[in-house]
């Protein structure tokens, strides 16, 4: 099937030589002119396991290809995939500026027999509104079809869905079809519902997922004042088969979804006029949990954090990407360094995405002992691998007393920490 991916982010990307992988000829389009001619040289616009290998095979095998918006001349085929972004607007609404764009583009078009299958994350109602606003008189179907891929393990999710979720108008079996042949191959359960239903599952989602970690993380306070374990805590959680996974304690979520997912939907309950209080407390707790390293420096250091040095171990918001939308790293190093402490910082692939919204005086070192050499104190904000085992030892050597490590994952075995002299502190593992 010819399928048009528009916008060639993390989703976009992904999509398009997912698509291809599973034989589609697809091409890809957008209107950053870098990246599309990253693309077209076989190179990913962002860092994802095996991406860069997935867009070289399809280049390879001649169904993937890239185009500027402006250079397409030829037929969309039978689906327009939707996967540009949808940012946060500074009155907490969603900003549809770029999906809105790329409807506008496709209409121009006067496409036949297109389905519009949107990926991006709309508010629950919009795109009713796409239909009534022209794609309806433009003959254009329309399918809500959102995503659920996770960073860092994107190609599998996307390989592998747990689920694919599809909202068309009643009785558009067409629509439906078209989607359905999209992910031929792909052995998920299907939920086919209304579209304004599917937006929401979206939503409903990532506000559920939001809520369990800050959930955690307010257990894990209550953990530290009388003295509990959260690790014990989260794992008499998980043994009850109504609870699921287990929930991880930390310096809370960040990414490009969750935090603006869930201010999103609080935006619309309140233009709703409905009263959701939980996800006021969830934004809450979570710009609270991110600033705990912070909350934790000052009670070790009686206040003044001036003049202090401070390695901080991650930036992106979670390990095996380099996103740093919304990440913890951002709201904290932002406050280090009001305050007057020198930092120095470490990411694997983060570098330079954080280095474009970090303070010019944050120093960026290319390894976990350089970030903590001279530090008094060292904060862990993401768990990868190259930080969690790290040469800890080394490091105890390089920091200056009192060696104060905040792990902001409880990814580090705490014991062992003080075993090599250092002054540990976890998020609700203070009883350990
Ligand atoms: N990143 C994730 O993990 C993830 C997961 C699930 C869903 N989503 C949702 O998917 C959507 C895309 O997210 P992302 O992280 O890939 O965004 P992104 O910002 O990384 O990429 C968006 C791309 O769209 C391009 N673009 C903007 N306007 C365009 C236009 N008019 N025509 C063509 N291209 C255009 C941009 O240049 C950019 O390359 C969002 O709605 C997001 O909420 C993201």
Redesign the pocket.
């Given at each position: 099937m010819k399928i048009t991916v528009?916008?060639?982010?993390?989703?976009?990307a992904v999509a398009a030589s997912g698509l291809a992988a599973a034989g589609h000829d697809v091409l890809g389009?957008?209107?950053?002119r870098q990246?599309v001619d990253a693309l077209q040289s076989g190179v990913a616009?962002?860092y994802e396991f095996g991406l860069n290998e997935r867009v070289a095979a399809g280049r390879r095998e001649g169904n993937l290809r890239f185009l500027h918006?402006d250079e397409v001349a030829e037929p969309l085929g039978k689906a327009a995939v939707i996967?540009?972004?949808?940012p946060p607007a500074d009155s907490g609404a969603v900003d549809l500026n770029?999906v809105r764009?790329?409807l506008e583009?496709i209409k121009a078009r006067q496409p036949d027999d297109l389905v519009v299958v949107m990926?991006?994350?709309v508010p629950p109602g919009a795109g009713q509104r796409f239909l009534q606003q022209g794609l309806q008189q433009s003959g254009i179907r329309y399918a809500a079809n959102p995503?659920?891929?996770?960073?860092g393990r994107?190609l599998a999710d996307w390989d592998a869905p747990d689920r694919i979720v599809v909202g068309v108008e009643p009785g558009d079996d067409q629509a439906l079809a078209v989607v359905q042949g999209m992910h031929a191959g792909i052995d998920a359960p299907y939920l086919v519902t209304d579209i304004t239903s599917a937006e929401m599952v979206k939503y409903a989602s990532n506000a559920f997922l939001a809520t369990r970690i800050s959930f955690i993380n307010e257990i894990a306070s209550l953990c530290d004042r009388v003295g509990a374990s959260i690790d014990a805590v989260s794992d008499g959680l998980a043994l009850d088969g109504r609870t699921g996974v287990r929930i991880h304690a930390g310096v809370g979520y960040g990414?490009?979804?969750f935090p603006?997912?869930v201010r999103a939907l609080d935006y619309l309950a309140l233009t709703s006029g409905v009263n959701v209080e939980l996800l006021q407390s969830v934004i809450n707790v979570n710009n609270r949990q991110r600033l705990s390293p912070l909350y934790a420096l000052r009670e070790q250091f009686n206040g003044g954090l001036a003049g202090l040095r401070v390695g901080v171990l991650g930036l992106a918001f979670k390990p095996d990407t380099d996103?740093v939308r919304d990440a913890p790293s951002l709201a904290l190093i932002q406050a280090l360094v009001d305050e007057g402490v020198a930092v120095q910082a470490f990411d694997p692939q983060a570098r330079e995405t954080a280095g474009r919204r970090l303070p010019a005086t944050v120093r960026m070192v290319d390894n976990p002992v350089q970030a903590c050499d001279q530090a008094q104190a060292v904060a862990l904000l993401t768990e990868w691998r190259e930080i969690v085992e790290a040469d800890w030892p080394g490091i105890a050597g390089k920091m200056r007393p009192p060696r104060f490590v905040f792990d902001g994952r409880n990814a580090l075995d705490a014991g062992e920490m003080r075993r090599l002299g250092f002054d540990y502190v976890g998020v609700g593992r203070r009883a350990l």
């Amino acid at each position: 099937m010819k399928i048009t991916v528009i916008g060639l982010g993390y989703v976009g990307a992904v999509a398009a030589s997912g698509l291809a992988a599973a034989g589609h000829d697809v091409l890809g389009i957008d209107i950053d002119r870098q990246r599309v001619d990253a693309l077209q040289s076989g190179v990913a616009p962002v860092y994802e396991f095996g991406l860069n290998e997935r867009v070289a095979a399809g280049r390879r095998e001649g169904n993937l290809r890239f185009l500027h918006r402006d250079e397409v001349a030829e037929p969309l085929g039978k689906a327009a995939v939707i996967t540009t972004g949808t940012p946060p607007a500074d009155s907490g609404a969603v900003d549809l500026n770029q999906v809105r764009a790329a409807l506008e583009w496709i209409k121009a078009r006067q496409p036949d027999d297109l389905v519009v299958v949107m990926k991006s994350t709309v508010p629950p109602g919009a795109g009713q509104r796409f239909l009534q606003q022209g794609l309806q008189q433009s003959g254009i179907r329309y399918a809500a079809n959102p995503e659920f891929l996770r960073e860092g393990r994107a190609l599998a999710d996307w390989d592998a869905p747990d689920r694919i979720v599809v909202g068309v108008e009643p009785g558009d079996d067409q629509a439906l079809a078209v989607v359905q042949g999209m992910h031929a191959g792909i052995d998920a359960p299907y939920l086919v519902t209304d579209i304004t239903s599917a937006e929401m599952v979206k939503y409903a989602s990532n506000a559920f997922l939001a809520t369990r970690i800050s959930f955690i993380n307010e257990i894990a306070s209550l953990c530290d004042r009388v003295g509990a374990s959260i690790d014990a805590v989260s794992d008499g959680l998980a043994l009850d088969g109504r609870t699921g996974v287990r929930i991880h304690a930390g310096v809370g979520y960040g990414g490009s979804c969750f935090p603006k997912d869930v201010r999103a939907l609080d935006y619309l309950a309140l233009t709703s006029g409905v009263n959701v209080e939980l996800l006021q407390s969830v934004i809450n707790v979570n710009n609270r949990q991110r600033l705990s390293p912070l909350y934790a420096l000052r009670e070790q250091f009686n206040g003044g954090l001036a003049g202090l040095r401070v390695g901080v171990l991650g930036l992106a918001f979670k390990p095996d990407t380099d996103d740093v939308r919304d990440a913890p790293s951002l709201a904290l190093i932002q406050a280090l360094v009001d305050e007057g402490v020198a930092v120095q910082a470490f990411d694997p692939q983060a570098r330079e995405t954080a280095g474009r919204r970090l303070p010019a005086t944050v120093r960026m070192v290319d390894n976990p002992v350089q970030a903590c050499d001279q530090a008094q104190a060292v904060a862990l904000l993401t768990e990868w691998r190259e930080i969690v085992e790290a040469d800890w030892p080394g490091i105890a050597g390089k920091m200056r007393p009192p060696r104060f490590v905040f792990d902001g994952r409880n990814a580090l075995d705490a014991g062992e920490m003080r075993r090599l002299g250092f002054d540990y502190v976890g998020v609700g593992r203070r009883a350990l």
